[in-house]
């Protein structure tokens, strides 16, 4: 292996059958939010376990949506985790509700349950855990802790009075497919939390490009035909009829029921997803391959690594975190230069929130998050898509042995 190679972060896994789909799609003359945008949402909801699913251009879409759906605003405060990426908070923002952040447990990318308890107060309408690199959170702690909290809840709407607690909004954006045993039962994301909201965007294990989908459990009283509808009107303007039903001969008119957004999926993305879809175990099992043969080889250097695969729950392995004890963001920072230039792109997932200018500007001191900075401070995540051979596998896990043990000396 003395030869460079050049190994990418993470490129989609397109197929030809990915192509023909698209192909299929572009000659039908349907190519906005169609019959393969429904199709697809068809089989999310079977795959997921819910009775239905909504496809819309990003996770970040199907988050807002969710929290406008719930009717979250002003006033409100919705809890999510220091450590993630923006996406996770700034739906909170855009609704105009208050975005509290909670720091995660010492040596974990969860947040810390306990600091999530006591940041519950009686203006709290949400919580959105994140799902991170693939790892589905601890809802059973979670709804525990909801439960607890019941009596401090306001309702104030008919939604929110059926459900009757705090709504979990999970953000999946990483865990589709991702499997958990709950009470001796296995529950794939996306029929635990409340809401989810997945990605689809074109590093995810499953990609449409752009795009995401959101998925709910049933609300007792509440109609999952009249929930899906409003989704789409928020996803359409507002608009009462989408194009699909305004084809219909002589039924062109229409009403605007509320000045909303324009965030839906089109057949072009759908028609990738549902090729996507049909490969969809292949690249989660090739995934886990490519897990253990890194898990194998850095335990030896006393690399931290996250516990994709337990009793207890199956991750959708999508992100290689790795943490390198002892060293700083310097040194880490060096080793990812070193790994540069022997071809390989590494990354950092994430920069904690309150380190970001626009968080700062909100209030938030990352000393006031010592876990998440801590996290931060030495991770570094290697490239795991289902694009490497196992000869790239092992050309990432040589080279980066030999740079943690340049730069630390072990």
Same mark, same amino acid.
């Given at each position: 292996?003395?030869?460079?190679?050049?190994?990418?972060?993470?490129?989609?896994?397109?197929?030809?059958?990915?192509?023909?789909?698209?192909?299929?799609?572009?000659?039908?003359?349907?190519?906005?939010?169609?019959?393969?945008?429904?199709?697809?949402?068809?089989?999310?909801?079977?795959?997921?376990?819910?009775?239905?699913?909504?496809?819309?251009?990003?996770?970040?879409?199907?988050?807002?949506?969710?929290?406008?759906?719930?009717?979250?605003?002003?006033?409100?405060?919705?809890?999510?985790?220091?450590?993630?990426?923006?996406?996770?908070?700034?739906?909170?923002?855009?609704?105009?509700?208050?975005?509290?952040?909670?720091?995660?447990?010492?040596?974990?990318?969860?947040?810390?349950?306990?600091?999530?308890?006591?940041?519950?107060?009686?203006?709290?309408?949400?919580?959105?855990?994140?799902?991170?690199?693939?790892?589905?959170?601890?809802?059973?702690?979670?709804?525990?802790?909801?439960?607890?909290?019941?009596?401090?809840?306001?309702?104030?709407?008919?939604?929110?009075?059926?459900?009757?607690?705090?709504?979990?909004?999970?953000?999946?954006?990483?865990?589709?497919?991702?499997?958990?045993?709950?009470?001796?039962?296995?529950?794939?994301?996306?029929?635990?939390?409340?809401?989810?909201?997945?990605?689809?965007?074109?590093?995810?294990?499953?990609?449409?490009?752009?795009? #995401?989908? %959101?998925?709910?459990?049933? *609300? +007792? !009283? /509440?109609?999952? =035909?009249?929930?899906?509808?409003?989704?789409?009107?928020?996803?359409?303007?507002?608009?009462?009829?989408?194009?699909?039903?305004?084809?219909?001969?002589?039924?062109?008119?229409?009403?605007?029921?509320?000045?909303?957004?324009?965030?839906?999926?089109?057949?072009?993305?759908?028609?990738?997803?549902?090729?996507?879809?049909?490969?969809?175990?292949?690249?989660?099992?090739?995934?886990?391959?490519?897990?253990?043969?890194?898990?194998?080889?850095?335990?030896?250097?006393?690399?931290?690594?996250?516990?994709?695969?337990?009793?207890?729950?199956?991750?959708? #392995?999508? %992100?290689?975190?790795?943490? *390198? +004890? !002892? /060293?700083?963001? =310097?040194?880490?920072?060096?080793?990812?230069?070193?790994?540069?230039?022997?071809?390989?792109?590494?990354?950092?997932?994430?920069?904690?929130?309150?380190?970001?200018?626009?968080?700062?500007?909100?209030?938030?001191?990352?000393?006031?998050?010592?876990?998440?900075?801590?996290?931060?401070?030495?991770?570094?995540?290697?490239?795991?898509?289902?694009?490497?051979?196992?000869?790239?596998?092992?050309?990432?896990?040589?080279?980066?042995?030999?740079?943690?043990?340049?730069?630390?000396?072990?």
């Amino acid at each position: 292996m003395t030869d460079k190679k050049i190994i990418p972060f993470s490129p989609p896994d397109i197929s030809e059958n990915e192509v023909q789909g698209v192909v299929e799609a572009l000659k039908s003359g349907w190519i906005t939010t169609g019959p393969k945008t429904k199709e697809f949402e068809k089989k999310i909801a079977e795959f997921c376990g819910t009775s239905k699913a909504v496809c819309l251009n990003s996770a970040t879409a199907c988050e807002e949506s969710i929290l406008r759906f719930l009717g979250i605003g002003e006033g409100d405060e919705v809890i999510t985790s220091a450590y993630t990426y923006t996406a996770s908070a700034s739906p909170i923002i855009h609704v105009g509700a208050k975005v509290v952040l909670v720091d995660v447990a010492k040596d974990s990318y969860e947040m810390d349950y306990d600091k999530l308890e006591q940041a519950i107060t009686e203006r709290t309408k949400a919580i959105v855990p994140v799902d991170l690199g693939g790892i589905i959170c601890d809802y059973e702690r979670i709804f525990e802790i909801v439960e607890r909290k019941k009596a401090l809840f306001q309702p104030e709407n008919e939604i929110q009075k059926a459900i009757g607690r705090i709504v979990v909004v999970a953000d999946a954006a990483h865990a589709f497919g991702a499997r958990m045993n709950i009470q001796e039962e296995w529950k794939r994301c996306g029929s635990v939390a409340d809401f989810t909201s997945f990605s689809f965007h074109a590093v995810k294990n499953l990609t449409t490009a752009e795009g #995401g989908a %959101l998925t709910w459990k049933e *609300i +007792p !009283g /509440i109609d999952n =035909e009249w929930i899906y509808k409003q989704f789409m009107l928020l996803s359409l303007h507002g608009q009462s009829k989408d194009a699909l039903a305004k084809t219909k001969l002589g039924a062109w008119e229409y009403d605007i029921l509320a000045p909303s957004y324009k965030c839906n999926m089109t057949d072009i993305m759908a028609a990738i997803g549902l090729a996507q879809l049909e490969r969809y175990e292949g690249l989660l099992n090739r995934r886990r391959k490519i897990i253990e043969t890194y898990d194998k080889a850095f335990e030896p250097l006393g690399i931290q690594t996250l516990n994709h695969y337990e009793k207890e729950h199956v991750s959708t #392995g999508h %992100l290689y975190l790795t943490r *390198i +004890p !002892g /060293i700083g963001r =310097e040194e880490a920072n060096h080793i990812i230069e070193k790994m540069a230039e022997e071809g390989i792109a590494t990354n950092v997932h994430y920069k904690p929130l309150p380190l970001l200018t626009a968080y700062k500007n909100l209030g938030f001191r990352i000393e006031d998050y010592p876990n998440a900075y801590r996290q931060f401070e030495n991770e570094i995540t290697l490239p795991l898509h289902t694009l490497l051979t196992n000869e790239d596998v092992e050309y990432v896990t040589a080279k980066y042995v030999e740079c943690v043990k340049e730069e630390t000396g072990r």
